[in-house]
T-cell receptor, first 113, second 113 residues
Framework: KQEVTQIPAALSVPEGENLVLNCSFT??????LQWFRQDPGKGLTSLLL?????REQTSGRLNASLDKSSGRSTLYIAASQPGDSATYLC????????????FGKGTHLIIQP | ETGVTQTPRHLVMGMTNKKSLKCEQH?????MYWYKQSAKKPLELMFV???????ENNSVPSRFSPECPNSSHLFLHLHTLQPEDSALYLC????????????FGPGTRLTVL
């Protein structure tokens, strides 16, 4: 059974800092991995999807990397802003086609103005 | 309407009630999912439908009954729930295939009294 761990569980930093959020998963036989953000009481917003054949994906100030063989992914946030405050979730997908995602507990991020 | 919508957004029900949650996706996707998010627990996959066929039931109690009449609509029928079923219920959809990015709705906040 896939298990996902995210470190740190919580992080509070002043704005402007560059951040790295870590995600590890126990079963490296994944099809892809998706990063989301969740604002309090809301649904999930997809940030990036990395396919298993890729090493990284970039979108604006966000960069996600994937080391499938070691079961790790990182989300890099450049020049953090207060609007980045949210819970960040990583979720690997086991199979191809239409499989459900396995989630960790997330990293709760607060960016101080 | 765009993206994935869910109704109602909030629901309070007694343990003997019967209610239904509705999800609709406007993205032309083929797969739909139900997830449960309880306090202090990771998001848990409940059901997967691919081309209207249920492809995964993640050991969900029978008091939760999904229905997928077509690729755009997904329901979750609820009956004789327990207080521990109180949670945020999230619906998602995806295209399936090689780039199976999942898109989530805003969720239904369910409280069982």
């Amino acid at each position: 059974k896939q298990e996902v761990t995210q470190i740190p569980a919580a992080l509070s930093v002043p704005e402007g800092e560059n951040l790295v959020l870590n995600c590890s998963f126990t079963d490296s036989a994944i099809y892809n991995l998706q990063w989301f953000r969740q604002d309090p009481g809301k649904g999930l917003t997809s940030l990036l999807l990395i396919q298993s054949s890729q090493r990284e994906q970039t979108s604006g100030r966000l960069n996600a990397s994937l080391d499938k063989s070691s079961g790790r992914s990182t989300l890099y946030i450049a020049a953090s802003q207060p609007g980045d405050s949210a819970t960040y979730l990583c979720a690997p997908e086991a199979g191809g086609g239409a499989d459900g995602l396995t989630f960790g507990k997330g990293t709760h991020l607060i960016i101080q103005p | 309407e765009t993206g994935v919508t869910q109704t109602p957004r909030h629901l309070v029900m007694g343990m003997t009630n019967k209610k239904s949650l509705k999800c609709e996706q406007h993205l032309g996707h083929n797969a739909m999912y139900w997830y449960k998010q309880s306090a202090k627990k990771p998001l848990e996959l409940m059901f997967v439908y691919n081309f209207k066929e249920q492809t995964e039931n993640n050991s969900v109690p029978s008091r939760f009954s999904p229905e997928c009449p077509n690729s755009s609509h997904l329901f979750l029928h609820l009956h004789t729930l327990q207080p521990e079923d109180s949670a945020l219920y999230l619906c998602a959809s995806s295209q399936g295939g090689t780039s199976n990015e999942q898109f989530f709705g805003p969720g239904t906040r369910l409280t069982v009294l």
